[in-house]
């Protein structure tokens, strides 16, 4: 016999979780930052800013993430037309996040506790760069700042802060905060204008609140929200071009990053369901072989006659097959191993899907 | 006193071509119900049962061997299995399909009906359980049939024997007899006059298996 049933209990079904850097090359952290004139001339231009990590011309240059700037009311851009106010693109973005993140065209964003913003910087992680998800508690952003006060801002997510998430129907979100990997620096970790945005790492979108950003105060004022802004500098203009997407991304790729000059670190989560198979030989089981090289010649003998009563045989790979003996899946192993009337074999097959 | 090894061998399988066509019909097909096991790379030749060194030695130039990673081609994997037989065996199961390779031309048809060798005593004998076909290239026959098993796996197998929309796939039957009309389309030789595959035959019970080429010869208009 060739074929041996499996048993219900060889089958383990396992899910593990894996993270890896979002950043093309595996970098852990994200130092340098260019954009495309092509692209931001073009029509996507007024929307978002791509943002690459060499120059968008160089060979192996991949968008890294996009910049977008919304307004609840259509502020700092050109309105699509001058007979209807209001309406622009950075509207289009507001509203866009509004009824994905919210679901609830009446609702604003609620950037920490008593303090919702009418306008936000959004970071969107390129599809290519993840999988599934972001990893809270591995967001480290170091912005540059105009701000006379401070030279620079680190931003994170609050995970380590709080017990359990927000949630916006089924999508998780943090608080962004003054701090790094996941802890605030002081208190809350939030701005004077409330917390510094919203981390949402199921859409892999990090929202950062435009006034907390703006704010050019004395840090340390405030007790618990202690935390100033980087005076940023929004243009909140009505139908005028205050190209504010650049102004955040000037802020970042100025930046010196923290004392290992790491700017912008970010890690994807990932779930992989596995099935485990144990496959189970008994001793008195699979001690001979179809090989050609274990018979002798076209009648069947066995190639040595030590062979007939101490048969040994040495498999090197594990076929799974459905009832019709079709082979659905094959694992080789990293050597032969020994396999007579005197030993049993216990492999643990890892199929992933 | 030591410690024993208690280890665990743990192993990545890939899907293989028919795991993975099997899996995009959704049809309940992709279901793992049974193993095998086998020795595809190992040269039985090296295993050397006169070492001086003693029986601890005698499969060392076999334990110590590279292997190869796993082929997603399951035409390229599994193919010298182990079998199970009562200890003192000195004859394995040899198969016979009456024919050393398989010659058809467009639109012919064949009946092949396989028998095993020197298994359970017997010189020669049809295995209880069937025997299951693959074929290489499932174009390369308008009709490819397993019949004399009416187990309800043998029953499912045949029904559902893949059909393909151009695409070189596998195709496997189960049967005592296995029934094959080679293909009538032209399309299929381009400017060759001669198509080949292979054809694997595996005894259910034995676990013996042979293949034999298969070539289908263009019927030229003249």
């Not at chain 1, 120059?55 to 890294?64: A, D, F, L, N, P």
């Not at chain 1, 066995?302 to 694992?331: K, R």
């Not at chain 2, 017997?122 to 209880?128: D, L, N, V």
């Amino acid at each position: 016999m060739g074929f041996k049933r499996f048993d219900p209990e060889d089958f383990v079904v396992s899910a593990d979780t894996v993270t890896s850097t979002v950043w093309s090359g595996f970098q852990p952290s994200l130092n340098s930052y260019f954009t495309s004139s092509v692209q931001k001339e073009g029509t996507s231009g007024p929307y978002y800013l791509n943002v690459f990590q060499t120059g968008s011309g160089v060979q192996g240059s991949e968008i890294q993430f996009a910049i977008a700037f919304g307004d609840e009311t259509g502020r700092g851009s050109v309105d699509f037309d001058t007979a209807v106010p209001g309406v622009s693109p950075s509207r289009t973005i507001y509203g866009q996040y509004r009824t994905l993140v919210l679901e609830d065209e009446n609702a604003d964003f609620p950037f920490g506790i008593n303090f919702t913003g009418s306008y936000f910087y959004a970071l969107n992680v390129e599809r290519a760069r993840y999988k599934e998800k972001l990893f809270p508690g591995s967001m480290n952003l170091v912005i540059s700042s105009s701000n006379p006060q401070i030279n620079s801002i680190t931003l994170t997510d609050n995970s380590n802060e709080v017990t359990l998430p927000e949630y916006f129907g089924t999508m998780r979100a943090y608080q962004v905060i003054s701090g790094s990997d996941g802890t605030a620096w002081n208190g809350n970790g939030y701005s004077f204008s409330g917390s510094y945005g919203l981390f949402l790492p199921d859409i892999s979108t990090i929202l950062l609140n435009g006034a907390a950003l703006d704010d050019s105060s004395t840090p340390g004022t405030s007790g618990l929200n202690d935390g100033c802004g980087i005076g940023l500098g929004t243009v909140l203009t009505s139908n005028t071009n205050g190209d504010n997407n650049s102004k955040l991304f000037r802020h970042i790729s100025a930046s010196s990053g923290n004392t290992n000059g790491k700017i912008f670190e970010l890690n994807s989560q990932e779930t992989i369901t596995s099935d485990f198979v144990f496959v189970r030989t008994r001793n008195s089981e699979f001690n001979y072989s179809e090989n050609p090289s274990f018979i002798s010649g076209s009648t069947g003998e066995v190639i040595f006659n030590y062979f007939i009563n101490n048969p040994q045989t040495f498999p090197t790979c594990v076929g799974m097959y459905n009832d019709a003996n079709e082979l659905l899946a094959a694992a080789k192993l990293s050597r032969p191993i020994s396999k007579d009337f005197t030993k049993e074999a216990l492999i643990r097959v890892k199929l992933d899907f | 006193m030591g410690y024993l090894n208690n280890s665990v061998i743990t192993v990545d399988a890939i899907l293989t071509k028919k795991g993975r066509e099997l899996l995009a019909k959704n049809d309940g097909s992709f279901r793992i119900t049974q193993f095998a096991l086998a020795d595809d790379e190992i040269d039985y030749t090296l295993y050397n049962p006169t070492h001086p060194s003693g029986s601890a030695y005698y499969g060392e130039a076999i334990e110590n061997m590279p292997l190869l990673e796993a082929f997603p081609d399951e035409q390229q994997m599994m193919k010298y299995k182990l079998v199970t037989l009562p200890r003192g065996t000195a004859k394995l199961p040899v198969l016979d399909l009456g024919y050393a390779s398989i010659n058809m031309k467009q639109g012919a048809q064949l009946a092949i009906t396989p028998q095993t060798l020197n298994y359970l005593g017997a010189q020669q004998t049809f295995e209880s359980s069937g025997y299951s076909a693959t074929v290489g290239d499932v174009r390369l026959f308008s009709q490819f049939q397993g019949q004399g098993i009416n187990t309800t796996a043998a029953a499912t197998a045949n029904a559902t024997a893949t059909q393909t929309i151009g695409t070189n796939i596998s195709a496997t039957v189960t049967g005592t007899q296995i029934n094959l009309t080679a293909t009538t389309v032209n399309t299929l030789f381009g400017s060759q006059t001669q198509l080949r595959t292979t054809l694997t035959v595996i005894g259910l019970d034995s676990g013996a298996r042979l293949t034999i080429p298969v070539t289908i010869t263009q019927n030229r208009l003249t």
